[in-house]
């Protein structure tokens, strides 16, 4: 048997929170093949298998905590499952597939198995929607969700661990279960950080609003030509990701960060963007925006998104980040106040596009409007420098000409 353990996954980093077994009990899995995800402080990480073989003996579960270098399974070597031939003169031609006894039953994953022990079901009772019909925690989850009757109840009392209390067996109105979970390691180091934001900084927040109509006139203009030739869809972000970066320019106490007694200027512009993805929000980092353009800052958030949904970011796709943009909008977020991600000194917030009647020339015009939010630390930042930095975001978004004649 070949112990699998927890890999070093960075230089501060000593624990890690199992996130999914990507394979169960008796599996088998190809030679560098992921067999768990495993969620750090920044970000989530994939084991793959140092042989082939079939997975043995997992001791750690899905949201169990392991330090590196714990043995989280065991696998055993071995070489993929061969298809067994027809014997001669039967006349069946089908190729039969020899089966392990595990992958001949319901398979069920152990995070699954252990919690209908806990609420008393058998997997008969549950429908699974893993691949091959694998049972997954989330199936026994929607199974007790669902009314039942008494005639499909299971007979076996639930036995409730200390993360549930239940008050009534009838499912009726007197029902009541709570459910308790650990912190995700990631939503633990999201946790720290803000409240280190608001216990270190002297955080404010400016408003503005703008006027999005030539932004939304200008894609819609380009918006088929720019994606034929570029592969991407040119959305709003590389907009406000530029006008950042010109902000930033005219205004670079906005990218500093204090560091001890001294401010650190920045004369590059590394933007992180908020992400919702799989295990909640994170912000990868896009390196200097400044030498970008719209098509490789569309590109490249594409790029994160899509590895945020998938957990696969890595913990250098996080790190650093001179600035932050945060988009509550695409949420239906109408005005928020972000919180800075220390230890830089300002994020910029997006919010929704509303239509509403706006005075133009001394007349009433409709015009699609977003507000939008500069929190910063006022330790650095004075108020003049975070009005007029978000008064030249409104300025360039509302004639993004400006972007390409660098006026």
Known sequence: MLEVKVPSVGESIQEVQIGQWLKGEGDWVARDDNIVDLETEKASVQVPAPESGYVRNIRIQAEEFAAVGDVICELEPADAPK????????????????????????????????????????????????????????????????????????????????????????????????????????????AARLVEAQQTAALLTTFNEVNMQPIMQLRKKYRDAFQQRHGVK????????????????????????????????????????????????????LRNVESMTFAQVERTIGDYAAKAMDNRLMPEDLQGGTFTISNGGVYGSMLSTPIVNPPQSAILGLHAIQERPMAVDGQVVVLPMMYIALTYDHRVIDGREAVSFLKTIKEVCEDPARLFLEV
Request: glycine letters at 12%.
């Open 234 to 285: 040119l959305g709003f972000m590389s907009f406000f990701a530029k006008a950042s970066v010109e902000a930033l320019r005219r205004f670079p106490t906005v990218n500093a960060e204090i560091r001890g007694n001294n401010i650190i200027y920045r004369h590059y512009n590394d933007i992180g963007i908020a992400i919702g993805g799989g295990k909640g929000l994170v912000v990868p980092v």
């Open 83 to 190: 298809e067994s031939t027809p014997q001669s003169g039967n006349g069946d031609s089908t190729t039969a597939v020899s089966k392990t006894p595990a992958e001949d039953s319901v398979r069920v994953m152990p995070a699954a198995q252990r919690l209908m022990e806990e609420r008393g079901l058998s997997s008969d009772q549950v429908t699974g929607s893993g691949p091959g019909g694998r049972i997954l925690k989330e199936d026994i989850l929607a199974a007790t969700s669902k009314p039942t009757t008494a005639a499909s109840k299971p007979k076996t009392t639930p036995v409730l661990q200390s993360a549930e209390l239940s008050v009534g067996d009838d499912g009726g109105a007197g029902s009541r279960v709570e459910e308790v979970k650990p912190l995700s390691m990631i939503r633990r180091t999201i």
